[in-house]
């Protein structure tokens, strides 16, 4: 029978040059697809003024649409849904896909209400507790005003993300990143969801593997002026209050191993939390080395150990790119009420990383302790059991399998 080739649009809030975990999920998505033979275009917001409405990376076309800055989250949400309904109909008109995966669920639901006809899956990758609550409710060490404020924007930015999110089920094809994913949606959702699959999202090994960052270390020490005698303890990601990083520095303080923390990425928070390591006496071991991209793979093989310490996620990117990189990686362990994290999805504990319970400073400092305390044998085995098991378990390769799969069963259901 012969290879069906496809017209695959991807959709999500941004896209490359701004670098994220969705975002460069497009970029290796699109790749793949790419790769067999399938034409790709990728529709965004115009995040940053700078960036061009159309653009061609990697032999994939951008196209970006305007949108007004608005302060209020609820305000934004909708605006998001309501621009994509009535700006995205010529370009659908033109380009003709035969099927769209979408990111965001403001623009996901946007595409359903513009009225073009053709399967829609939506990959979701938060949902609207998880996300209102990451973004306006893990306020320690803020002023009482502000703090209060966050609980308001709490719920106006909840209730318009649940009703988004609850209409567009009645639209969309949902496929869930993890079982935490999934689980998460259910309690939310019940009887909305249907026929939803999970099909985990890949790490694209010819970029992040040990090789690489290897080759890049000599320039990241030399560059950032990394202490080469001490442990090195990595975070990537934003630097924002849902992402504990404060709790971050309180472990840090307690481990007994001299080590370095080293921060990849930028945020709001990037100031208090220099404020914080000074005030905790760990500001000297502490580098902001800001936005990374194509030495990433560098720093995570620079690391003995990559953290993460967040307690709301829906999947963790990072762990998966420190894994490819021989890394061993530590997150705590979901447990669907208070940690709602994907972890033991991902980390096989003692064998690839470190699972911690207790959401706790201490707990966290123990858990880099037993790392740091292996024999080199044993680290080299974890190290090896890392780069096996992510290369085996999570590749873009086989999520695009999944997803046109998926897609060509919708399409004959379609009568395509």
């Known amino acids: 029978m012969k290879e069906r080739y496809l017209k695959i649009l991807l959709v999500n809030g941004a896209a490359y040059p701004q670098i994220g975990g969705v975002e460069n999920s497009l970029r290796y998505i699109g790749k793949e697809l790419l790769k067999q033979g399938h034409e790709v275009k990728i529709w965004c917001f115009q995040t940053k003024p700078e960036f061009p409405l159309i653009t061609i990376f990697e032999n994939i076309e951008i196209i970006r649409m305007p949108i007004p800055s608005i302060k209020w989250p609820h305000k934004r949400n909708w605006m998001k849904v309501n621009a994509t309904k009535n700006g995205i109909i010529p370009f659908l008109n033109d380009f003709k896909p035969d099927v769209i995966w979408s990111r965001s669920v403001f ?95 890949g790490v694209n090994t ?15 020490f030399k560059k950032y002026s990394i202490d080469d005698s001490r442990k090195k303890v990595l975070y990537v990601g ?21 080590v370095e923390l080293i921060l990849v990425g930028e945020g709001k928070e990037r100031e208090r939390i220099k404020a914080y390591a000074k005030k905790k006496d760990v500001y000297e071991n502490v580098r902001f080395v800001g936005l990374q991209d194509k030495l990433l793979p560098g720093f995570y093989s620079s690391a003995d150990v990559t953290v993460l310490p967040t307690t709301i996620e829906s999947f963790g990117q990072v762990y998966l790119e420190s894994l490819a990189c021989g890394t061993p990686v530590i997150g705590f362990k979901g447990d669907g009420k208070k940690i709602i994290t994907a972890t033991n999805e991902i980390i096989k504990d003692g064998l690839t990383g470190r699972l911690v ?23 080299k085995a974890m190290s090896e059991n890392a780069i096996r098991d992510v290369s085996e378990r999570f590749t873009w390769k086989k999520f695009v399998k999944e997803m046109l799969f998926l897609s060509k069963s919708e399409l004959s259901n379609y009568g395509l």
Do not use: W
């Open 238 to 258: 934003r630097l924002a209050l849902n992402k504990n990083i404060f709790l971050l520095i309180d472990s840090i303080k307690l481990l007994k191993t001299k």
């Open 107 to 201: 623009l996901g639901l946007g595409i359903a209400l513009s009225g073009y006809e053709c399967p829609l899956f939506q990959i979701y990758c938060t949902n609207a507790l998880m996300e209102a609550r990451g973004s306006f409710l893990n306020t320690k060490g803020l002023p009482l005003k502000r703090r209060i404020m966050m609980f308001l924007l709490f719920f106006l930015d909840y209730f318009s993300f649940h009703a988004i999110e609850k209409k567009l089920l009645k639209y969309s094809h949902p496929i869930f990143f993890s079982k935490n994913m999934s689980n998460q949606m259910r309690s939310l959702y019940k009887e909305r969801i249907i026929n939803e699959k999970i099909v985990y999202p």
């Open 206 to 220: 010819d970029f992040f593997n040990n090789k690489t960052g290897n080759e890049l270390k000599v320039e990241i």
């Open 357 to 379: 319970e207790k959401v706790s400073a201490s707990d966290l400092a123990k858990a880099m302790e037993s790392i740091f305390s292996l024999e080199e044998n044993d680290y």
